[in-house]
Structures are given as C-alpha cells and as structure tokens.
C-alpha cells in the first residue's frame, strides 16, 4: 500500500510517521508541500493509495482530496479548528488537549473525522507537547487508521458541534497582541503560560533592556523577587526576569532586529545588561544527583544544541561525576533533546564562523574522550528525546545507549552541508555496528526509530512509551547494574578492551583524521557547510524534497 506523506517540512512528527510506517511494510513516499504544482505532481507521480499530512501550512489543493482520501493531522481536539491550536490550548490553560485525524475536504480543518485521542496537558512548552504527546497521539491515530483503512473498516464522523463529544471550536491565528506579557500585572504562572504557548515559534515578542526580543525557554525562578520586569540575576545562559509575584528564568532570546535575529543564549543577546547580574545556580540546565550507587547527569540543552560553553560545562560536571562514588553513570540528556550536536546558532552568530565550529567540534571531542576514556564506570546513555548528528555519536560514546521508544535519531552529518563530523564517530560506530552498517546509516541520512537502531546495533535497548515510565525503567536498571557482583570484572574487562582498542589504533588518531576533513568543511575553499548552516539558522524554505525521502522523484526507484 502506497502512502504520501505530504508535509510542510520533514519535522519530528512527519519523521516518526515515517519510521513508523515503514517498518510496517508501507511503500512511503515524502513530499514538501512547497506549493500546488509541486504537490499535485508528486500525487502523479507516486500514485499514492492514501494521502497523510502530518504538517501542514495551507489547504490541499483540491484536485488532490478531490481524487485521493487525504488524512490531515490537526493538533487539537474534535472541533478544533485553526493554525494556532496547541497556542490556544497551552494559553487558555486547558487542562487536556488531544489530536485528531480528519479527512481533507473544501473546508480547512472541518472534513470527517476519523479518530481523534486526548491527553493530559503537562505545563511545557509547545514544542514539547508536540513532541511528546501530540507524536504519540498522532502516530496512534495514523496507525489506526491506516489499519482500518486497510480491512475497509472505516466509518468517519461528519463534524457536527451539536453533539456533546465536540468540545473544540474554530479559533483564529493567535497574535502578539494575544499573548503579550504585561510585567506589572502577570503572575509568574501568566507568563510561563504566554512564553510557552508560543515556544519553540515564534515566540512571544517583548521589549527587553530597549530592544525588542521574541522570548523563548522559561522556567520559574524560585526564591527570587524583584520590581517586576527588572533583571535580576543570571544562570548559565539564562537570565530572571521578575514578575509580579515572583520571577522567571528565560534562557533564550530572539532579537526582532538586529544582526542576529535568530534564538541565541539570553546572556548572549544582552552581553553588557546581563553582565553585572549576581551569577547563580537556579537555570535547570545541568543538573547531578546519585542514587544507590548510581550517578545521574541530566542535560537539557534548549533544542539539544550544545555550545562550546555549554560542552565544557557538562564536561566538568561529568568529570565531578567521575570522582564520586557512583559505578555507574547515567548521561539523561533532556525531556526533548538528547543532542543534537554543535551549536549551530551559536556558530552563526560568531566573529568567525569557522573558528567558532573549530572550537565547538573540539569542545565536543573533549567530553566524548572523556566518556569513552572514563574506566571506572559504566556509562550510560539514556534517550529521553531525540538526537542527530554529532549528538548520536556522543552518545555512542558511553557502554551502552538505551532509547525510549519512540525516539527519533538521525545518525548522519551530510545534510549539514556536506559535513564530515567528528565526536570519534570513526571509531564509536564501525565499532559497534560493523563497516558496512556505518557506511549505510552515515550515507543513508534517513531518520531511524530505536527499534531498527537496536536491531542494527547503534542502540542496545529500547523501553517505556512515556519519558516518565522510560526514567523509571532507567533507574531501576541501572541500581540493578551498580548492585551487580560482576561489575568489577566488567569495568575489568572495559579497561582491557579499551587497552587493546588504543594499542590498535589511538583515539588520538582517529581524531585528528575526523578533524583534517572537519577542517576542510569549515575553512576550505567548499563553502557548503557555512551555506547549509546559515539556511538552517535562518529557515530559509526549503525548494524541493531531497531525493533521499522523495522516491517519486527518484529515477532509480520509480514505483510499477
Ligand atoms: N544547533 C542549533 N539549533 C538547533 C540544532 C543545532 N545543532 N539542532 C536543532 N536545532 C533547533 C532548530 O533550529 C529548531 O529550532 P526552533 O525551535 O526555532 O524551531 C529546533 O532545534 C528543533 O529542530 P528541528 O530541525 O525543527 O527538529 P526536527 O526534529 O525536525 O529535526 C534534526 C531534527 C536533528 C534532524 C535537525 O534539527 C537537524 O538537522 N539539526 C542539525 C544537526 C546538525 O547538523 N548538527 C551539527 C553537526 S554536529
């Protein structure tokens, strides 16, 4: 059966469809919705069965749902309707929200249902309950869907708001002016509410030291208070902004205007005004606890982006971690993010571009070596959230790499520009998944989901549906592993192999090999990676589907 997946962009939700469906058989197809020509010619060109958009920005055109079943995802509950759903939801403070599956018609958002799912609404950002409960809502309703698409058990629902179970309404586009924060009258709970209805886009727009900044990245600031509006302290990249009853922290920044106009460390954005702040613990970026013998060391980098800084922070905190008595160390990333590598934004924002890549590869070197390196523990990668690039292979560098199910990795640095990469991938992944896999995986550059990522060795176990369940299995395994008897004779048996790894070929060397291509990509006469960069930073639209995801465009690979 021949599915489309017709999407705005190839986001975290469109990826995870995608590795669902395909290890289900599905013959799959991608296409960026980037406008009607474009569209209605990969429908001819695929000759879908059934169309699925999971993303999408405008109506389908109509010669498409006309002709074909289209199955549009709307982040909302039945009846909602709009393109600003879960900002609506997370504002108005509603308490559950949900997904549902309709059918494309005339009307936008107004077709036959044909499953919708509710959930709990956690207090996050927007772009987490996207990732996390709208995904797993979504790829339910799909599945379900396509099921019984498949046994032609499908009934669809007209929408009808007399009926009782239709509690969602139509709500127009959410503006500025909706969510503005008003710094003398906003509770603490106000404001989380306004910044996280519009985080990760686009942010809600303030005027901050006299200049106008979109605010992304808030956490309650405990125990501080102040005028409120006033600064009154900083935390790792975050500053506390005080509010009528208490504080926030924010801990990114986007200026409107500006050279930079895209999200970087607040304390970047507002160098000299932060400058004078007390510096204090209290941001919730790097955090360290133990337990049973068990050392966990949670990192949660806005948008898994990790900056030279930010790297030699968490290398710090790991080498601290190691002179502990915990055996066995867990590295638990984020709730979103595990890594998603150099900081790219960060990067851009630079004096030098090239320089500040330089600085930022070796930063993440730095920490790699020292968990591969690091023998008196067991290290533990724990994958709440998704990883790419550079960040797969970090944490590839610990004993072992457990993964929710369900995350999203995409184990490649190619897409980036052509960009060779480095974190000692050259030895962590050949290592554990043999020379052939490695070249697959690395060329491939396609998302994985955690069940193939163990099946081919990058992952070594995956559990638990929900980030909760997921830690708790995590900590019961790893006490299990600290309490073992045969955790001497492993870290025993690390050590030799470790020994015999680098009499073989040293780290050393595989680094210096990475960092001759890395240098090239970042000050040879190839401009790719500094192009592929700026595109990202500043999202310029993508033009056509890369050919790797769209395979009606594929010559070679043209369906019968
Ligand atoms: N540096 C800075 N920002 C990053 C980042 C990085 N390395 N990786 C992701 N982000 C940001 C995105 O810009 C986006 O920002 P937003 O909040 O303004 O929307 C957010 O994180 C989510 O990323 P997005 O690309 O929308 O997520 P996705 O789930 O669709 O895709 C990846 C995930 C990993 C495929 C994609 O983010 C990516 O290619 N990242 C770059 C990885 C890379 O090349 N790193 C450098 C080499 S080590």
Same mark, same amino acid.
């Given at each position: #059966?021949?599915?489309l997946l017709l999407?705005?962009?190839?986001n975290?939700?469109?990826?995870r469809l995608f590795?669902?469906?395909?290890?289900?058989?599905?013959e799959?197809?991608?296409?960026?919705?980037?406008?009607?020509e474009?569209?209605?010619e990969?429908?001819?060109?695929? +000759?879908?069965?059934?169309?699925?958009?999971?993303?999408?920005?405008?109506?389908?055109?109509?010669? $498409?749902?006309?002709?074909?079943?289209?199955? &549009?995802?709307?982040?909302?509950?039945?009846g909602?309707?709009?393109?600003?759903?879960?900002d609506?939801?997370?504002?108005?403070?509603?308490?559950?929200?949900?997904?549902?599956?309709?059918?494309?018609?005339a009307?936008?958002?107004?077709?036959?249902?044909?499953?919708s799912v509710?959930?709990p609404?956690r207090?996050?950002?927007k772009?987490?309950i996207?990732?996390?409960? &709208?995904?797993?809502?979504?790829?339910?309703?799909?599945?379900?869907?396509?099921?019984? !698409?498949?046994h032609?058990?499908?009934?669809?629902?007209p929408?009808?708001?007399?009926?009782?179970a239709?509690?969602?309404?139509?709500?127009?586009?959410?503006?500025?002016?909706?969510?503005?924060?008003?710094?003398?009258?906003?509770?603490t709970?106000t404001v989380l509410?306004?910044?996280?209805?519009g985080?990760?886009?686009?942010?809600?727009l303030?005027r901050?030291?006299g200049?106008?900044?979109f605010?992304?990245?808030?956490?309650?600031?405990?125990?501080?208070?102040?005028?409120?509006?006033?600064?009154?302290?900083?935390?790792?990249?975050?500053?506390?902004r005080?509010?009528?009853?208490g504080?926030?922290?924010?801990?990114?920044?986007?200026?409107?205007?500006?050279?930079?106009?895209?999200?970087?460390?607040?304390?970047?954005?507002?160098r000299?005004?932060?400058?004078g702040?007390p510096?204090?613990?209290? %941001?919730p970026?790097?955090? %360290? +606890?133990?337990?049973s013998?068990?050392?966990?060391?949670?990192?949660a980098f806005?948008?898994?982006a #990790?900056?030279?800084?930010?790297c030699?922070r968490?290398?710090?905190? %790991?080498?601290?971690?190691? +002179?502990?008595?915990? +055996?066995?160390? &867990?590295?638990l990333g984020?709730?979103?993010?595990?890594?998603?590598?150099?900081?790219?934004?960060?990067?851009?924002a630079?004096?030098?571009?090239?320089?500040?890549s !330089?600085?930022?590869?070796?930063?993440?070197?730095?920490?790699?070596?020292?968990?591969i390196?690091?023998?008196r523990?067991?290290?533990?990668?724990?994958?709440?959230?998704n990883a790419?690039a550079g960040?797969?292979?970090?944490?590839r560098?610990?004993?072992?790499? !457990?993964?929710?199910?369900?995350?999203?990795?995409?184990?490649h640095?190619?897409? #980036?520009?052509?960009?060779?990469?480095s974190?000692?991938?050259t030895?962590?992944?050949?290592?554990?998944?043999?020379?052939?896999?490695?070249?697959?995986?690395?060329q491939?550059r396609?998302?994985?989901g955690s069940?193939?990522a163990?099946?081919?060795?990058?992952v070594?176990?995956?559990?638990?549906g929900?980030?909760e369940?997921?830690v708790?299995e995590?900590?019961?395994?790893?006490?299990?592993?600290?309490?073992?008897?045969?955790?001497q004779r492993?870290?025993?048996?690390?050590?030799?192999?470790?020994?015999?790894d680098?009499?073989?070929?040293?780290?050393?060397?595989?680094?210096?090999a990475?960092l001759?291509?890395m240098?090239?990509?970042?000050?040879?006469f190839?401009?790719?990676?500094?192009?592929?960069r %700026?595109n990202f930073?500043y999202?310029?639209?993508?033009?056509?589907?890369?050919?790797t $995801?769209?395979?009606?465009?594929?010559?070679?690979?043209?369906?019968?």
């Open positions: #059966m021949r599915v999407t705005h962009a190839f975290s939700l469109s990826q590795v669902e469906l395909r290890q289900r058989g599905f799959l197809s991608v296409e960026f919705d980037i406008n009607d474009t569209s209605i990969a429908v001819a060109l695929f +000759r879908p069965d059934l169309i699925v958009a999971p993303f999408l920005k405008r109506a389908i055109p109509e010669s $498409i749902w006309a002709n074909h079943v289209c199955l &549009v995802v709307h982040p909302g509950i039945r909602d309707r709009g393109p600003s759903a879960l609506w939801a997370i504002l108005n403070g509603e308490s559950s929200w949900g997904v549902t599956l309709l059918q494309a018609n009307e936008m958002d107004a077709g036959d249902i044909w499953a509710e959930f609404l207090a996050a950002s772009a987490s996207y990732r996390h409960e &709208v995904t797993e809502a979504a790829v339910s309703v799909v599945l379900d869907a396509l099921e019984c !698409w498949r032609g058990s499908v009934v669809p629902e929408l009808d708001y007399s009926h009782p239709v509690r969602g309404r139509l709500r127009p586009l959410l503006r500025q002016s909706d969510r503005r924060i008003d710094w003398q009258r906003d509770d709970a509410r306004k910044i996280r209805s985080d990760g886009v686009p942010g809600v303030d901050l030291c200049r106008d900044c605010l992304y990245d808030a956490h309650p600031a405990a125990g501080l208070s102040g005028a409120p509006g006033e600064l009154l302290a900083r935390s790792g990249p975050a500053v506390a005080a509010t009528v009853d504080s926030v922290w924010i801990g990114h920044l986007r200026e409107r205007q500006g050279s930079h106009p895209f999200k970087l460390p607040a304390v970047q954005v507002l000299q005004e932060s400058a702040l510096e204090i613990a209290g %941001y970026e790097i955090e %360290y +606890r133990e337990r013998g068990v050392g966990y060391l949670r990192f806005y948008n898994g #990790m900056s030279s800084v930010q030699e968490l290398l710090e905190a %790991y080498r601290q971690a190691c +002179r502990g008595s915990a +055996r066995v160390i &867990v590295l984020g709730p979103d993010f595990w890594s998603n590598g150099l900081h790219l934004n960060v990067i851009e630079a004096a030098s571009a090239a320089d500040c !330089w600085e930022n590869i070796n930063a993440i070197n730095d920490l790699a070596r020292e968990i390196t690091s023998n523990q067991i290290t533990i990668s724990a994958l709440q959230g790419g960040g797969v292979f970090l944490a560098a610990a004993d072992l790499v !457990w993964a929710r199910d369900g995350v999203i990795l995409n184990p640095y190619k897409d #980036m520009g052509n960009l060779y990469g974190e000692y991938w030895y962590l992944l050949p290592g554990r998944v043999g020379e052939a896999r490695a070249q697959r995986i690395t491939g396609l998302p994985m069940l193939e163990r099946e081919l060795g990058l070594d176990a995956c559990f638990g929900s980030n369940g997921f708790a995590v900590e019961r395994e790893a006490e299990r592993l600290a309490a073992d008897p045969g955790l492993r870290l025993r048996e690390k050590a030799q192999h470790r020994a015999e680098e009499r073989r070929k040293p780290l050393a060397a595989y680094r210096q990475e001759e291509r240098q090239r990509n970042f000050y040879g190839d401009p790719s990676y500094h192009v592929a %700026y930073v999202k310029v639209p993508k033009s056509r589907t890369p050919i $995801i769209a395979r009606h465009r594929d010559k070679r690979k043209l369906p019968e």
